[in-house]
């Protein structure tokens, strides 16, 4: 596809996406603690975690459709919130290590219980989500209150039973896996034989068991002898859906790299190198900046991978090392504004991207609390808001346009008049519906398509 922006008349999304939910406080102070660092579907979608910069994770549950309550069904509500990660201090390099929530991943569910890993920048944690609605009652040894009976006063045994009560949710650390990482952990993945997981640094990518805590294998370390010859770091990493020894991590300099694990232990010699040879025209001061890939994602069928850099979304082919098969401008009009992003550190923010559960819609965010979709299929595009004085309840998004220059069309938004402080990073597709989840800086907005919506 060529490089040029594609921009559709506004309306002609393939789906007409409307608001559904939306969660956080309108205030206008926004406390750091509280600003969303990422958000995650559970492989059925019933469940969507979040964590933030607090170090709390909050899950929300798929309400089960009701007769009786028509307009709530499908609804997310509030499940269960927890604290993850308290801040620490590192004494040895006296460094602050702070509480935010780098990532969190589900695990595939093995029994009537959930369980996810969530990160901060250097330990993993392993929780468990399990319900309680009964509770044993009319224990011969034990009072009401769980203490100790006098033994002397037990004159009869009876059969202790278990008494309904209001639905509990328990989540409790089952694991703890520190000291795996120098540099900040900057993504987790869980393998598909549901077993082991890596987790990937600065310049390291670990792989653990989930039943170990206390050792990890090192399969990737690109630290070099003398930290002074250091060219990249890696940014993201992520296993393919089906393979159990295949991986993926990319790197600041905008290449991809798939390893083999069956090849070698330590897969510093990748099987494929994918990156694509830089536009002369194009070089300028900032080309090594903006070429950075910030997120990494196999498709559902494990064919492509979707990468995100500064200003375009690709999508590789497994099978094709040159170039990417599909290149997407998310907001080619800021080009001409990379001096000024470069001055306020803009342009080193991380925005991550996402696949629709068929493959063939992609998803990323931009500014001004925008958020961009690419079908695949037909090549049309549209830019969405995320906004509470856009999104009405049930209403469709109206696409938005921004315009550089020229003749400006009523509700276009100029390039200068865009917000730099309201960032679309962390956004999640549901597994297979068409259900979004976006995290604008406190506030998680829900959306779904209209047709799903009236069906609700």
């Known amino acids: 596809m060529s490089h040029k922006q594609v921009s559709s008349p506004p309306g002609e999304s393939a789906v007409d996406w409307c608001l559904y939910q939306l969660n956080g406080a309108a205030e206008f102070e926004v406390s750091d603690a509280d600003i969303i660092s990422t958000v995650e579907f559970n492989h059925t979608g019933e469940l969507l975690a979040t964590g933030d910069k607090g170090g709390r994770v909050v899950i929300f549950q798929r309400e089960p459709e009701s007769k ?121 993945s869980v393998n598909s034989d549901c077993e082991t997981y890596m987790s990937a640094d600065d310049l390291r990518i670990n792989l653990w068991h989930l039943a170990i805590t206390d050792r990890s294998f090192n399969i990737v370390d690109i630290k070099p002898a003398n930290m002074e010859d250091l060219t990249e770091v890696i940014t993201a990493s992520e296993f393919h859906p089906h393979h159990c020894n295949l991986f993926v991590y990319s790197s600041s300099k905008g290449s991809l790299r798939l390893c083999d694990m069956r090849a070698s232990a330590l897969c510093d010699k990748h099987s494929k190198l994918y990156e694509e040879p830089e536009d002369p025209s194009n070089r300028s001061f900032f080309s090594e900046i903006i070429s950075s890939v ?20 690709k999508v590789w082919d497994l099978n094709m090392e040159t170039k990417p098969v599909e290149t997407y401008q998310v907001h080619d009009y800021l080009r001409s504004k990379l001096c000024s992003l470069y001055e306020n550190d803009c342009i080193f923010d991380k925005f991550e991207c996402a696949w629709n559960g068929s493959d063939s819609v992609i998803m990323t965010g931009a500014y001004n609390n925008f958020f961009r979709m690419f079908d695949r299929n037909t090549k049309r595009d549209v830019t969405l808001e995320a906004s509470r004085e856009s999104s009405k309840p049930r209403a469709i998004l109206k696409p938005r346009r921004v315009c550089v220059g020229g003749k400006r069309r009523k509700d276009d938004i100029s390039v200068d008049s865009l917000d730099f402080t309201k960032k679309i990073l962390h956004t999640a597709w549901h597994p297979t519906e068409n259900i979004i989840a976006i995290a604008a800086t406190n506030n998680l907005y829900i959306f779904q398509d209209k047709v799903n919506s009236e069906m609700h």
């Open 68 to 188: 009786n309550e028509p307009y709530n069904q499908g609804e997310y509500n509030v499940y269960s919130t927890f604290q993850s990660h308290e801040p620490e201090f590192d004494y040895l390099k006296s460094l602050e290590i702070e509480e935010k929530i780098n990532k969190i991943k589900w695990l595939p569910q093995q029994n009537a219980a959930h369980s996810l890993l969530s990160t901060n920048d250097k330990t993993i944690k392993l929780w468990k989500i399990t319900e309680r609605d009964k509770r044993p009652e009319g224990y011969n040894l034990k009072d009401e209150e769980g203490k100790l009976k006098d033994l002397s006063t037990v004159t009869s045994l009876q059969v202790p039973v278990l008494k309904p009560m209001d639905l509990m949710v328990e989540v409790t650390p089952r694991r703890i896996f520190a000291n795996g990482h120098t540099y900040h952990v900057n993504s987790i």
């Open 294 to 313: 910030s997120d990494v994602k196999f498709s559902h069928s494990g064919r492509y991978m979707l990468t995100r850099d500064y200003l375009t979304v």
